[in-house]
């Protein structure tokens, strides 16, 4: 069992979709995306990938991949204004890869457009964060040129149904506790923004922080402080409403290891 994900049921009222890989399953490294019916994205063996209803059998491909090794962290996003219209972003090997799912059609999710990809500094790289936000996409990952590199955080934009930008490397603002920049995290807020959260400073001195992105990539006002002073923390996941409530749930040490930790956060419309 990989993941539980929250969904609304016909009758709305809320359930759960399990997200599990098996032995003989025709879609590896399922994926369940919160779209008005819920759909599970994964790959195939003949190197598509594909979606399917939860549970069930690969109803049908999206892009053809070609070869480069195995497709995983698969993340979706629903453009908040625009339901029938996901994001998605994945992995395989050191390549980003990301596009848009048109869900029009409840019965027959068909890809909008191409999907493109760009290839990692080095060897390796974190998983992809993607959001959607009025028709346009951003997508984060952590990045580096060699294990002697510190991570930093890039990435690209794209809108519906086209390519993705050159990446770009994030610029953290001054007044953390600096580098590395890894494990990003993306989601719609009002206005046609975005929040990224990521974490920072050395191994045992972690700290999460947050900042407003607009539709372009670029920060709007003065980063949050969210974890607690002191603390080690890391791998924030932010929520937030049509209204601009939210919140951000993140690990963070305690007396008995690690706990999951919260804040509340308000993002107005600008």
Same mark, same amino acid.
């Given at each position: ?7 609304? =049921? ?11 890989? #098996?032995?003989?399953d ?10 008005? !019916? ?11 990938l594909? %979606? ?11 892009w ?14 629903v ?17 980003? +890869?990301?596009?848009?799912?048109? /869900?029009?059609?409840p ?20 998983s992809? !964060?993607?959001?959607m =936000?009025?028709?346009v996409?951003? @997508?984060? %990952?952590?990045?580096r ?5 510190? +991570?930093?955080i890039? %990435? /690209?934009r794209?809108e ?7 990446? #770009?490397?994030?610029?953290a ?6 580098e ?17 959260? +990521? ?12 900042? !407003?992105?607009g ?6 006002? /003065? ?6 002073e002191?603390a =080690?923390?890391?791998?924030?996941q932010?929520?937030?409403?049509e =209204?601009?409530a939210?919140?951000?749930a ?7 290891g690690?706990?999951?930790? /919260?804040?509340s956060? @308000?993002?107005?419309?600008?």
């Amino acid at each position: 069992m990989r993941r539980v994900t929250p969904v609304v =049921n016909q009758k709305g009222g809320l359930s759960l979709v399990v997200d599990v890989d #098996h032995k003989g399953d025709h879609l590896t490294g399922r994926r369940t995306l919160r779209a008005v !019916t819920p759909v599970q994205l994964g790959a195939t063996a003949d190197a598509h990938l594909s %979606w399917s209803r939860p549970g069930a059998a690969p109803g049908g491909s999206l892009w053809p991949l070609g070869d480069g090794g195995p497709v995983d962290a698969i993340r979706g996003a629903v453009d908040p204004g625009d339901p029938s219209s996901i994001a998605i972003a994945f992995r395989r090997g050191p390549t980003v +890869w990301m596009g848009t799912v048109d /869900a029009s059609s409840p019965s027959s999710p068909a890809a909008k457009g191409d999907v493109g990809h760009i290839d990692g500094m080095g060897p390796a790289i974190g998983s992809p !964060t993607v959001a959607m =936000n009025g028709g346009v996409a951003l @997508v984060a %990952w952590s990045d580096r040129a060699s294990a002697e590199e510190p +991570w930093q955080i890039r %990435w /690209a934009r794209f809108e519906a149904g086209g390519p993705p930008s050159p990446p #770009h490397t994030f610029p953290a603002p001054a007044g953390g506790k600096g580098e590395p920049f890894m494990s990003p995290s993306l989601t719609a807020v009002p206005g046609g923004r975005f929040l990224l959260v +990521w974490t920072e400073g050395p191994a045992a001195g972690h700290v999460l922080r947050a900042l !407003t992105l607009g539709p372009d990539g670029r920060a709007i006002g /003065a980063p949050l402080e969210l974890s607690t002073e002191g603390a =080690n923390a890391g791998q924030g996941q932010a929520a937030v409403a049509e =209204n601009g409530a939210g919140v951000v749930a993140f690990l963070e040490s305690g007396k008995k290891g690690f706990e999951v930790a /919260a804040t509340s956060i @308000v993002c107005g419309h600008p």
